[in-house]
């Protein structure tokens, strides 16, 4: 006699006994276990008084169009395979070039070859987000350069990352539809359509090695939130340890026998996932650039690195101990120059090298009157390329200040009136830079505008390009003691040094080039992962003014705003707080419908009056033109000091209130 066993559809509408009978061809069962494809599961079960009854422990099992009735299907169920799960896991890649600084050198065709290398393993290969956006080439592509990469390295499933918005909602989707395996996002749905945002899944059941293996993709609000293309209000967002704890449930429900959370959030978050979502056995994150292995509450937590330097193999036991844990092991690998390079991506992304040059003829924008970019000037003085660039970036992060270093700046030419092109914007800013957002005192900023001027008259790239900020400096006193503090003006009101300042910058800057050693101990508000780099803010800016004004493609509500999204949050806060109860042109209600009608057309016009006053916001940024300013004063003399400093004094005296108590 065999052993008895209940068999369960995942959908539970089938239940039928099977004898499973031991085979004279060593299909034996062992250890209780049979194992197959992600639609059915066998449970054990026991014989009282003839009624079958499934016990809680739960087996997986191999099922193909099988008939009950029919012996010879039967014999094709066979026993779970010894051998180990095998993963190869990969995060946050940027650059298809090499580092040819130092090991790992990395680089996209030779992190091909490195995957390949574990080919025999018939390894699941997983992705944890960001690789369309940011680096230099993907400013031309648009993150096109990557498709090959992704199918050359065979990989099976992957969760979105913040940066993989970077070019629109629109952008990603095309990409995605060129990929061959499915992308996840299990916890944000797009009010637009109902389903997760960008199009991604809610999860992806997969059998490999004879394993039903359960993928969720998770994120965190924090980087949601500053999405450039994304709206908030547009979205809905579900908490990644609520949806995670659905959703084992869910997938064990349908025969997962292991379940993999893709993550692309801060490793505090994934501690928190782990902590209190026991029914995950293992976490694969991205979004944090290290390599780090942990292990919470029986959990283990992997981070792969960055840019193609790196990445996991992950080794998979099937049996479980008797908590019900996988017994789990992880090795680092380095892609380092003892891989060579897999000829057929190399010479497919060379191609690319085409594609740039073919898009650097492409028209960002006009303008009317001439850039000016020469190293001669705008090393020494405010100019209104400098001007633009900064209020782009200002209206873009919501700062108080912006202060870009004017080595920024590379082109050392005039642009001319007319059609600003995709070179144009390379030659003045071709490198990446990363912006960061720091919370600072007043007295930090004067420090860092001293910094700035402490060079002056040299031709230094520390000199200042600013918005949001204006301030006169005496090039005749000694560095460090260039600025009196009273002619430094943040907006409309002169600087308080005890007082908080938001302030966007230059990682370049934060990290303490070019003299800026006073961020050091600041807060940083937003750091350069969430902060978009600062030629594609300025790419953002162009597509954001041809959307308005008609002039490109757009498929969807979700686009570029030029209205920074703390400046729209604020504001829609706001209009939702004024009482727009007025009389309604429209009254033509019947009686048992007029509350509900009324409620309906008060929100219609609350929505219409919010959407008109982001639009006047938006137009005010679409209207940013280059011009010089007066934000950075040369003082010529003591005559013309005491003339500012009284300016300054009036201005103070006159914006002062007296309250007066009302009789």
């Not at 060079?455 to 005749?476: I, W």
């Not at 429209?586 to 006053?613: C, E, N, Y």
Request: hydrophobic share 35%; charged share 25%.
């Amino acid at each position: 006699m065999g052993k008895r066993f209940l068999l369960c559809t995942t959908n539970q509408l089938l239940v039928r006994e099977l004898r499973i009978r031991f085979m004279s061809n060593n299909h034996s069962i062992q250890s209780n276990l049979l194992y197959g494809g992600i639609d059915y599961v066998f449970r054990s079960s026991v014989n009282d008084n003839n009624i079958i009854k499934p016990s809680s422990q739960r087996f997986p099992v191999v099922l193909s169009n099988l008939n009950p009735n029919n012996n010879s299907q039967s014999r094709a169920l066979t026993t779970m395979s010894d051998t180990p799960l095998t993963i190869l896991h990969y995060n946050d890649v940027y650059n298809i070039e090499p580092n040819c600084g130092k090991e790992p050198v990395g680089g996209a065709a030779r992190f091909c070859t490195a995957i390949k290398s574990f080919a025999h393993l018939n390894p699941l290969i997983l992705f944890s987000g960001d690789i369309f956006s940011p680096s230099m080439l993907s400013t031309f592509t648009q993150g096109e350069q990557m498709i090959p990469v992704l199918s050359k390295t065979g990989t099976h499933c992957a969760v979105f990352g913040n940066h993989d918005f970077d070019h629109g909602l629109d952008v990603l989707t095309s990409l995605i539809k060129k990929t061959d395996f499915p992308w996840l996002m299990s916890n944000v749905v797009d009010k637009e359509t109902g389903r997760p945002l960008g199009g991604g899944k809610k999860f992806h059941i997969i059998s490999h090695n004879q394993i039903s293996i359960g993928l969720i993709g998770l994120v965190e609000r924090e980087w949601l939130e500053t999405l450039p293309t994304i709206d908030p209000n547009e979205v809905t967002y579900i908490d990644y340890v609520e949806a995670g704890s659905k959703l084992v449930s869910e997938l064990r429900n349908k025969g997962c026998y292991i379940i993999i959370a893709l993550t692309h959030m801060r490793t505090p978050n994934d501690i928190k996932l782990a902590a209190n979502c026991s029914g995950i056995d293992l976490i694969l994150g991205g979004h944090d650039h290290v390599y780090e292995i942990r292990e919470v509450n029986g959990i283990k937590i992997v981070k792969s690195g960055t840019d193609f330097r790196q990445f996991s193999k992950i080794t998979l036991e099937k049996d479980r101990d008797k908590d019900g844990k996988l017994t789990i092991a992880v090795e680092e690998v380095n892609v380092t120059s003892d891989f060579v390079e897999d000829k057929a991506l190399k010479e497919e992304l060379e191609k690319y090298s085409e594609v740039v040059e073919a898009k650097m003829t492409e028209v960002l924008g006009n303008f009317g009157v001439e850039l000016e970019g020469r190293f001669s000037i705008i090393r020494s003085q405010e100019t209104n390329l400098g001007n633009w660039v900064c209020d782009v970036v200002l209206a873009a992060t919501g700062a108080d200040v912006v202060i870009i270093n004017s080595g920024t700046f590379r082109s050392d030419q005039i642009h001319p009136p007319g059609s600003f092109t995709m070179r144009d914007l390379v030659n003045i800013i071709p490198m990446r830079d990363p912006l960061i957002i720091l919370s600072v005192t007043g007295k930090c900023l004067w420090d860092a505008l001293e910094n700035a001027v402490s060079a002056y008259p040299k031709l230094e790239g520390r000199f200042p390009q600013v918005s949001g900020v204006t301030f006169a400096f005496d090039p005749a006193k000694p560095p460090g003691k260039r600025i009196d503090p009273r002619l430094i003006q943040v907006a409309d009101e002169f600087i308080n040094l005890e007082q908080m300042y938001k302030i966007c910058i230059k990682s370049y800057i934060y990290n303490g080039c070019d003299g800026f050693t006073m961020f050091k101990n600041a807060q940083i508000l937003i750091d350069e992962d969430l902060c978009p780099e600062l030629g594609l803010t300025i790419q953002n800016h162009f597509k954001a003014i041809n959307i308005r004004s008609e002039k490109s493609d757009h498929h969807t509500k979700h686009r570029q705003s030029l209205v920074t999204l703390s400046r729209r949050h604020s504001m829609v806060q706001m209009l939702e707080n004024l009482d727009l109860d007025g009389p309604s042109p429209i009254r033509k209600l019947s009686v048992g419908h007029q509350g509900k009608s009324v409620d309906i057309l008060h929100t219609k016009r609350t929505k219409m009056f919010r959407r008109a006053s982001l639009d006047d916001l938006e137009q005010a940024s679409c209207d940013l033109a280059p011009a010089v300013q007066q934000r950075i004063i040369k003082i010529q003399d003591e005559e013309h000091f005491h003339h500012l400093l009284m300016k300054s004094e009036a201005f103070t005296k006159n914006s002062v209130i007296t309250e007066t108590e009302e009789e």
